[in-house]
Nanobody, 125 residues
Framework: QVQLVESGGGLVQPGGSLRLSCAASGFIFDYYAIGWFRQAPGKEREGVSC????????YYADSVKGRFTISKDNAENTVYLQMNSLKPEDTAVYYC??????????????????WGQGTQVTVST
């Protein structure tokens, strides 16, 4: 069955970096768009970034543009989210999600079908 497993979260000081991984299995990775979302306590789950299956085009939310980079390794069925210059407001549970799509990667959570369990990112002194 489709499975997404996030890893790489943790506690980091402001200005630090983390790299999240989303390991996928159970489906043809090349046909799926992958998105990263996050949810802070008391807030809605919001889109952070996504990468398309076809041409690798990407999207970033304004709040992370210039600091986060999404990439994928088709050979390893893994998508990465490199997060630099982290701020306290980046603190959240980060989720990866997948949907079959050969077009521009979807930006909204309702467009995604498969979800991982999430990994906690805490940015604090």
């Amino acid at each position: 069955q489709v499975q997404l497993v996030e890893s790489g979260g943790g506690l980091v000081q402001p200005g630090g970096s983390l790299r999240l991984s989303c390991a996928a299995s159970g489906f043809i990775f090349d046909y799926y768009a992958i998105g990263w979302f996050r949810q802070a306590p008391g807030k809605e789950r919001e889109g952070v970034s996504c990468i398309s299956s076809s041409d690798g085009s990407t999207y970033y939310a304004d709040s992370v543009k210039g600091r986060f980079t999404i990439s994928k390794d088709n050979a390893e069925n893994t998508v990465y989210l490199q997060m630099n210059s982290l701020k306290p407001e980046d603190t959240a549970v980060y989720y990866c999600a997948a949907v079959i799509s050969m077009a521009t990667c979807p930006r909204y959570r309702d467009e995604y079908v498969h979800w991982g369990q999430g990994t906690q990112v805490t940015v604090s002194t």
